[in-house]
């Protein structure tokens, strides 16, 4: 039998939950393009599909381990702290190598090449799992 209580009960904390996930997304997607030499709108809007990939890539990258912080944590500020966390590795690793192990990658993007955007799409979706398996309570 459907249990009406129950059910608010478990919506509301799935609408908190999401909320907090879409404002820790919405804030990580500003971080990064902060963080990133290019502008990715611009190149996007003027149909740089590898400022889309990778820019794509490091998306997928972050939720990943934001997904599993949702179903491992049992709060909000717990939930807040992996999120943070994830972050952090996330952006932490695009300056890795993006200034340290491929320095033409900026430049490439920029110019458009596909090779350079699968790449860090590859290594941010890497790092994301990476980040999302070791992540426990």
């Known amino acids: 039998m459907f249990d009406w209580f129950i059910f608010q009960t478990g919506a509301t904390a799935f609408i908190l939950a999401f909320a907090a996930a879409i404002a820790f997304f919405a804030a990580f997607k500003y971080v990064y393009q902060l963080v990133t030499p ?25 939720v990943l381990p934001l997904a599993s912080a949702l179903s491992q944590t049992v709060s909000l500020m717990e939930f807040a702290a992996w999120a943070l966390l994830a972050g952090v590795i996330q952006i932490g690793s695009f300056i890795v190598v993006s200034r340290l192990i491929y320095r033409a990658l900026a430049s490439r993007i920029e110019a458009g090449e596909m090779a350079a955007g ?20």
């Open 118 to 137: 699968v790449y860090l799409a590859s290594i941010s979706i890497c790092v994301g799992l990476l980040n999302a398996a070791c992540m426990t309570t």
């Open 38 to 62: 290019y502008h990715e709108r611009d190149l996007i809007r003027a149909g740089n599909t590898a400022a889309a990939v990778g820019l794509g890539g490091a998306l997928i990258g972050y």
